[in-house]
């Protein structure tokens, strides 16, 4: 079974930092990329940020670029987000996703991301 479960989220101040884990198993997690996603309520899905199967290649988003990092570690099967400098707009409910090489797709949970003073 596929499993991608994300934690680390919670109620943050602005300024602060949060660092979120996904872990993921029933799949060979080094050959997927791997997304993180969120969605705030009434609005859509989107990207956040995205790094290569090998992570060597990551994207992200324009409104946290310089504010998150993603990363991998292969040996672990997880993949992180570390979220630096947060601000309010960065609430939302964060999602873990996989992508692979014959275009699978799988979905975590999601974990709930609050910021506010």
């Known amino acids: 079974q596929v499993q991608l479960v994300e934690s680390g989220g919670g109620l943050v101040q602005p300024g602060g930092s949060l660092r979120l884990s996904c872990a993921a198993s029933g799949f060979t997690f080094s050959t997927y990329a791997m997304s993180w996603y969120r969605q705030a309520p009434g609005k859509e899905r989107d990207v956040v940020a995205r790094i290569s199967s090998t992570g060597g290649v990551t994207n992200y988003a324009e409104s946290v670029k310089g504010r998150f990092t993603i990363s991998r570690d292969d040996a672990k099967n997880t993949v992180y987000l570390q979220m630096n400098s947060l601000k309010l707009e960065d609430t939302a409910v964060y999602y873990c996703?996989?992508?692979?090489?014959?275009?699978?797709?799988?979905w975590g949970q999601g974990t709930q991301v609050t910021v506010s003073s």
């Open positions: 996703n996989a992508r692979g090489p014959f275009s699978q797709r799988y």
